[in-house]
Each structure stands twice: as structure tokens, then as C-alpha cells.
T-cell receptor, first 116, second 109 residues
Framework: GAGVSQTPSNKVTEKGKYVELRCDPI?????LYWYRQSLGQGPEFLIY????????DSGLPNDRFFAVRPEGSVSTLKIQRTERGDSAVYLC??????????????FGPGTRLTVL | DAKTTQPNSMESNEEEPVHLPCNHS???????IHWYRQLPSQGPEYVIH???SNVNNRMASLAIAEDRKSSTLILHRATLRDAAVYYC??????????FGKGTKLSVIP
């Protein structure tokens, strides 16, 4: 079946611009996560949705970052006034439920964001 | 979630077993140990998880120390397709995975 998909696969923007990154989770998965991965590092948690609501946004680095999931399926990560330090691969993952310790997260291929 | 420590890199010959270690000395009694791997230019992929006893699945085995302060991911016969960065992570009540830098596994033909 279809896995997690993310669009675009690559995004190049200029400093100060606004960008939106889209995630299509696996159908029926209620939990959705966003992570950010810098070169040579492991993924870093940004935000977690359970259904339509953001259950934990403690990983968002500042108020330039915002994410929505209005219908409990597709999610959009929005970054305002982009900075060069925002350049990274943005990963989305989904899981069937959010059972804490045991659920498996399925990751998409990521969106590579480059801020010039 | 507990901090995990892994070697930066390891090498293995093709067709031989690989033992990837992980230390998680601050793990609590309810933390699950999860392993993911990341192939080049892809998102992480689930490998295996466990709590106390050893676990096996079609991809790998997970050996958990009796005191749960360390674990070892075992690939029984390494193939070239197993070359990846392997991440050990623990999860308790929190839902997000906390990744370290992982171990980069190279497989030599």
C-alpha cells in the first residue's frame, strides 16, 4: 500500500520567504509527527498531532514554525521568514495510533529545504 | 526518554553477522527500546523494538541486557542493502522518538 508521501521533495527558497511543506500520512493513521534532520545528525522532533489537534509542539524551535492538520489527515508545516539555519531535511511520520511506547512510526522520504 | 550512546561507525563483511551495540544506562523500567535505520536519501525505517526479553523479527534480533542498561541489534547475515545509519532510541510515555547520531554501518562485499 501507499506509504507516507511528502511534497515537494526539494524546496529552494530565499532568506525571508515563506514556505509550506506537505505531508500525506498513511490512510487511517491518527498520529502524525514532524521531525527535522540536519546534515550528519539524527532526526529532531518538532511536533506531534493526534487527529486534528497538536498534542505536543514542544519541539518547534520558535514562532516562525507552525503546523496544521485540519481534517486529521494531510498536514502542512509552515515556516515564516525563513533563515539559512532552517536548511535541513524535514521528515514526516505517521502511526496507526499513539500508544506511546510500542507504536511503530512510518516515515516519508522527507523534503529537503535549502534557504539561500 | 533515556539518553542513548552508540559507536559512530562499524564495518562488516557481507554475509557475516553484525552486532550493533547501544548503551541506555538511564533507561526507566517502562521505556521501550526501539531501533530504526536510515538508508541514504530516505526516511528512517522501523527495525525492531522490545522492553525486557529478547525479540526476533524478519529483519533482525534484539538482545536486551538483564539490567536493561544496554541492548544489541543483531543482523544475522549482513547484505549490501543493510548499509545504513542505525539508531537506537527509547520511548516511555512520550510519543516522539529521540534520535542520537546513530551508528553508520558499512558492509564490505
Amino acid at each position: 500500500g501507499a506509504g507516507v508521501s511528502q511534497t515537494p521533495s526539494n524546496k529552494v527558497t530565499e532568506k525571508g520567504k515563506y514556505v509550506e511543506l506537505r505531508c500525506d500520512p498513511i490512510s487511517g493513521h491518527t498520529a502524525l509527527y514532524w521531525y527535522r534532520q540536519s546534515l550528519g545528525q539524527g532526526p529532531e522532533f518538532l511536533i506531534y498531532f493526534q487527529g486534528t489537534g497538536a498534542a505536543d509542539d514542544s519541539g518547534l524551535p520558535n514562532d516562525r514554525f507552525f503546523a496544521v492538520r485540519p481534517e486529521g489527515s494531510v498536514s502542512t508545516l509552515k515556516i515564516q521568514r525563513t533563515e539559512r539555519g532552517d536548511s535541513a531535511v524535514y521528515l514526516c511520520a505517521s502511526s496507526p495510533t499513539a500508544s506511546g511506547g510500542t507504536d511503530t512510526q512510518y516515515f516519508g522520504p522527507g523534503t529537503r529545504l535549502t534557504v539561500l | 526518554d533515556a539518553k542513548t550512546t552508540q559507536p559512530n561507525s562499524m564495518e562488516s563483511n557481507e554475509e557475516e553477522p553484525v552486532h550493533l551495540p547501544c548503551n541506555h544506562s538511564t533507561i526507566s523500567g517502562t521505556d521501550y527500546i526501539h531501533w530504526y535505520r536510515q538508508l541514504p536519501s530516505q526516511g528512517p525505517e522501523y527495525v525492531i523494538h522490545g522492553l525486557t526479553s529478547n525479540v526476533n523479527n524478519r529483519m533482525a534480533s534484539l538482545a536486551i541486557a538483564e539490567d536493561r542498561k544496554s541492548s544489541t541489534l543483531i543482523l544475522h547475515r549482513a547484505t549490501l542493502r543493510d548499509a545504513a545509519v542505525y539508531y537506537c532510541t527509547s520511548r516511555a510515555g512520550s510519543y516522539q522518538l529521540t534520535f542520537g547520531k546513530g551508528t553508520k554501518l558499512s558492509v564490505i562485499p
